[in-house]
Nanobody, 123 residues
Framework: QVQLVESGGGLVQAGGSLRLSCVAS????????VAWFRQTPGKEREFVAGDSWVGGGTSYADSAKGRFTISRDNRKNTAYLEMNSLEPEDTAVYYCAADRALVQDIPTAYAYWGQGTQVTVSS
């Protein structure tokens, strides 16, 4: 079992930056792929970025390319999502997810989820 806890969300003006953290417990993240998804009311959960634990590297949604960076610190068993040049359209609840499989861009591919952290970008 992997427990995930996100933090770092908040209110930021357009053009600003935030760094989300996802702290894992129960298992080491070195053996898990990690992904970030986001969701707004009435919409499906949307893939943002992912980092495969072996061989697959990182991948990003088109909306995140060039602005967001996924990374992890294995010593802290923590994954991060650095978000720059934020836009009002980035407003959502952001979720961290983990699974033993390589990164996929569909929520059903992930067995473990955090509770989410709210990101609000004002114009």
């Amino acid at each position: 079992q992997v427990q995930l806890v996100e933090s770092g969300g908040g209110l930021v003006q357009a053009g600003g930056s935030l760094r989300l953290s996802c702290v894992a417990s129960g298992r080491t993240l070195t053996s898990y792929s990690v992904a970030w998804f986001r969701q707004t009311p009435g919409k499906e959960r949307e893939f943002v970025a992912g980092d495969s634990w072996v061989g697959g590297g990182t991948s990003y949604a088109d909306s995140a390319k060039g602005r967001f960076t996924i990374s992890r610190d294995n010593r802290k068993n923590t994954a991060y999502l650095e978000m720059n040049s934020l836009e009002p359209e980035d407003t959502a609840v952001y979720y961290c997810a983990a699974d033993r499989a390589l990164v996929q861009d569909i929520p059903t591919a992930y067995a473990y989820w955090g509770q989410g952290t709210q990101v609000t970008v004002s114009s």
